[in-house]
């Protein structure tokens, strides 16, 4: 548990800085949180959607669970519910398909920055290859990158909608 | 160690915001904090012995490159170990003297509040006009008096108009500082080589080193840290041979690095355990190979798995791996604050004897020491402190429980505390503390230890919990049992 101390120390000074040296991940990771200071296994993260995604200008909200054996078994990371559509998340629970978060392709190397960072690449650039919204991942197999973006421009501004009402 | 978090960006705002990459390069990828007895994968990268191992528990590769191998194959890194060690102990002194400068007043309250070195170095530097008399004022708070003529010689020698080269020895001055606040070494002649050295270290390593040497027809080895005093100097003068170690070794190291190395030798003589494959095994045949350790044989299966596993994990990163191994006894404490962490504690107290007797209290709500076995859990543990602190409580122990054995009657049990203290006289109070629980026993006399320990300003643990109404009374019985002359009815 110490790491996870260590670790929050760093991420708050990088996250501070202005310096693209030092914090590589502006306009990319807005914050990077415990929900609750005392308490650092839950987190919570927002990051910004990649230009020339349709992504673009939204922001999404990760949740982030660590298990009291960090840093050697992975951090459980999901999105909220219902709140974005992606061929390798499950929308409904907000299940995240990345490799790094597996138990077995884990590396006690990475730290939650990383794998923040890893889940904004995956917004970036989509796996086609094992999606985990099956239906997303068909269309985008079938080479139809128009019809894809267009669903998810749709999803995200229903989803605004139901939020403003 | 101290228990502030330190992170590599701490040199974020230095003047050298650079060592931010040493800093990070000197640090384990898994615990993130400085390598602790660091090993070398067959694939060229470095990690803390027991994190690598730990990781080799779950999957048998590099957590940086995923190469393959297995735990046999890695190979401790004494060199790496010395580098940190060196590096840690420099790194406060170094933070301060690099440190961007702000407004003076902020400065002084910030630092002042970082640690303890650095508040008594702003102390000392802080006024702008200082000269070397006010310096040595401040110093000699601190100084003892053999050492004085040194430092004096030592404000001449180092200039202190410029601001940098002032900054400098502010840093210089923090490391004598925190050697004068380590009792004062006494130094000794070896009988065989004819040098001197701080008695300690003669006592440990060089004795030893100093007969194989010689034993093996060889010169032995000048620690150079002592050399050129004991030889140039025919007179005893205490100063220079005090400060030339000062000047050329890093505080942390007590001993030369040839004399540790040569130790290192010595390692190999306990044999690394072996993996097992529990699988073919049955329970009992598990509990037999725990017991033969002296390890605990509580809980499930999966917990003996598991606690066999971690022991392994200790034990062959204590003795092939580490410089300095500590004893095994060291070792089954460390298991067992993890034991008590990662599982349930055991179900049957009775079995492990004094300590869970005292995790018993914890759990009974009595937190005088609650501090102290937090620590117990986290592996900060005051092993020697605890000793020290409890050291009256198991002579008195012993000393009950040796009386108790001539003593048969037990009767009168059930009477109230205080009266019974009141009432009778001494030699049959001791007689009614005797047939007390022995938990009971054990706890009133950790309390009486914590009161007696805040006498001698002695205290290891915060005690804030003396001043519970309860807590006290019992305390005062207890003393009033104990100094009541005897025979004062």
């Keep these: ?165 | 160690m101290d228990h502030q978090i330190t992170t590599a960006s701490d040199f974020r705002n230095t003047s050298i915001p650079n060592l931010y990459q040493l800093d990070t390069l000197l640090r384990c990828h898994i615990c993130k904090d400085f390598l602790k007895v660091p090993v070398l994968t067959p694939c060229g990268h470095t990690f803390c012995s027991l994190c690598i191992r730990e990781h080799l528990n779950n999957q048998p590769s590099c957590p940086l490159c995923l190469f393959e191998f297995r735990e046999s194959l890695l190979r401790s890194e004494f060199l790496v170990n010395e580098i940190i060690q060196c590096y840690t102990s420099l790194r406060p002194s170094l933070l301060n003297a690099i440190r961007v400068q702000r407004p003076v007043a902020a400065t002084g309250a910030d630092k002042i509040s970082n640690s303890k070195d650095s508040s008594l170095i702003e102390l000392v530097s802080e006024p702008e006009n200082e000269n070397s008399s006010a310096v040595d004022d401040d110093l000699q708070i601190v100084a003892t008096s053999e050492r004085k003529p040194a430092k004096r010689s030592m404000t001449d020698i180092l200039p202190i108009s410029s601001k940098s080269s002032k900054r400098n020895f502010t840093m210089f001055r923090s490391e004598r500082i925190r050697k004068k606040s380590k009792p004062n070494e006494q130094m000794a002649q070896c009988p065989i080589c004819e040098q001197f050295y701080p008695l300690k270290a003669l006592e440990k390593t060089h004795l030893d080193e100093c007969l194989t040497l010689q034993s093996l027809g060889k010169k032995p080895k000048p620690s150079i840290n002592f050399l050129p005093d004991s030889k140039s100097h025919g007179k005893e003068t205490p100063e220079p041979r005090l400060r030339t170690p000062e000047l050329d070794r890093s505080p942390s190291d007590e001993t030369s690095h040839v004399d540790k190395y040569l130790g290192s030798m010595a390692n190999t003589e306990r044999q690394r355990l072996p993996k097992i494959n529990f699988t073919s095994m049955n329970q009992s045949q598990i509990k037999q190979k725990l017991s033969s350790l002296g390890l605990s044989t509580n809980g499930t299966r999966q917990i003996l798995i598991k606690r066999y596993n971690h022991y392994e994990m200790l034990w062959n990163s204590n003795f092939c791996d580490s410089l300095e191994p500590v004893d095994e006894a060291e070792l089954k404490r460390q298991l067992l604050s993890w034991d008590v962490s990662h599982n349930k504690p055991p179900q049957n107290a009775n079995n492990n004897g004094g300590i869970s007797k005292l995790m018993m209290m914890k759990n009974r709500g009595k937190s005088s020491y609650r501090k102290l076995l937090e620590d117990f859990k986290n592996d900060k543990f005051n092993r020697k402190g605890w000793i020290i602190m409890f050291r009256r409580d198991f002579a008195r122990l012993i000393k009950e429980a040796k009386l108790k054995i001539k003593t048969v009657s037990p009767t009168d049990r059930d009477l109230g505390e205080q009266a019974n203290k009141k009432d009778k006289g001494d030699s049959e109070q001791q007689v009614e503390n005797i047939q007390e629980a022995s938990w009971q026993r054990i706890e009133e006399d950790q309390e009486a230890a914590v009161s007696e320990k805040q006498a001698i300003n002695e205290i290891i643990l915060p005690n804030e919990d003396l001043t519970d109404a309860d807590l006290s009374r019992e305390l005062m019985d207890m003393n009033e049992g104990d100094k009541d002359p005897p025979g004062s009815d």
């Design chain 1, 1 to 165: 548990m110490s790491r996870i101390a260590k670790e929050y120390g760093d991420i708050q000074k990088t996250l501070a800085s202005n310096d693209p040296i030092v914090n590589p991940y502006q306009g990319l990771i807005e914050s990077l949180n415990p929900i609750d200071e005392t308490d650092l296994s839950k987190w919570e993260a927002i990051i910004i959607g990649p230009t020339h995604t349709p992504y673009e200008h939204y922001r999404f909200r990760i949740l982030i669970d660590v298990p009291s054996s960090y840093p050697m078994a992975p951090p459980n990371i999901r999105f909220d519910r219902n709140n974005i559509l992606h061929c390798n998340i499950k929308s409904p629970t907000g299940e995240i398909c990345l490799d790094i978060l597996k138990p077995e392709d884990w590396t006690p190397v990475w730290d939650l920055l990383h794998c923040v960072h890893a889940i904004w690449r995956l917004l970036k650039e989509p796996v086609y290859d094992s999606p985990l919204d099956v239906d997303m991942g068909n269309i985008i197999r079938c080479g139809d990158t128009g019809a894809y973006q267009g669903i998810i421009r749709y999803f995200l501004a229903e989803r605004d909608r139901n939020i403003c009402r």
